[in-house]
C-alpha cells in the first residue's frame, strides 16, 4: 500500500510527529497553531504522496502529544512574547498584531497586554533609535519626520509619537525609571 491509499496515520508516522514536535519546541517556543503547521508542513514533505488531510491528522497528533504531556502552552507563550516585546520596545499594537499571526487567541491576547504602557515601550524604542529625549543630533523637520514615521510603522498613535519626540531627557529617564 502506497501513501496516496491511506486514511489514518501510521505508527511510523505517529512516532516520527511525536520526535519531529518535541525536537522544534527544544529548538524554539511555539504556539499550538504555529506547531500545528510546521508539522503539518513537514509531513507533507516527508511522507511522499500523503493527502493534506492526512498531514493535518499527522500534525494533529503531534499536538495531542504535546498536550498530554502539557509541552504546549499558548498562554504561557502569549505572557513570554509580550514581556520580550515590551523590553525590545514594540507597542501593543504591534505586540497584538504578531501574537495573532502566531495563532494566539484575542482573549488570551488582551489578557497579555493588560500590563502594557505604550508611553514606556515608545520610550524603549526611542532610546534603542536615538530618538526623541535620546538624540544625539540636532532636531530639525527631516529628522523629526523620521522619528514620527517610525514610530507609525511599530504601531504607535500620533499622541504618543509627538509625546516622545518632544519629550525632555529628564521626564523620559523619570518616566523609564
Known amino acids: 500500500m502506497n501513501n496516496e491509499d491511506l486514511l489514518e496515520p501510521t505508527e511510523r508516522m505517529i512516532s516520527w510527529v511525536k520526535n519531529s514536535a518535541l525536537y522544534r519546541l527544544t529548538r524554539k517556543m511555539m504556539s499550538e497553531a504555529e ?3 510546521a508539522l503539518a508542513r513537514k509531513a507533507a514533505a516527508k511522507f511522499d504522496g500523503i493527502s493534506p488531510e492526512l498531514a493535518t491528522k499527522i500534525a494533529e497528533a503531534g499536538i495531542a502529544f504535546c498536550n498530554q504531556h502539557r509541552f504546549l502552552d499558548d498562554e504561557n507563550y502569549a505572557e513570554v512574547k509580550t ?3 515590551v523590553r525590545a520596545g514594540r507597542s501593543r499594537r ?8 502566531k495563532g494566539i487567541d484575542s482573549e488570551l491576547i488582551a489578557a497579555s497586554l493588560d500590563e502594557v504602557d505604550d508611553l514606556s515601550s515608545a520610550l524603549v524604542f526611542a532610546r534603542r ?9 540636532e532636531r530639525d ?3 523629526t519626520n523620521k522619528e514620527f514615521s517610525a ?6 498613535s500620533s499622541d504618543i509619537s509627538m509625546r516622545v519626540v518632544n519629550m525632555s531627557r529628564d521626564e523620559a529617564d523619570e518616566i523609564l525609571g
Open 94 to 101: 504591534r505586540i497584538a498584531m504578531d501574537l495573532a499571526n
Open 35 to 37: 506547531l500545528s503547521q
Open 83 to 85: 514581556a520580550s516585546a
Open 129 to 137: 533609535k536615538a530618538f526623541g529625549p535620546f538624540r544625539k543630533v
Open 141 to 143: 523637520e527631516k529628522r
Open 151 to 156: 514610530f507609525a510603522r511599530n504601531g504607535f
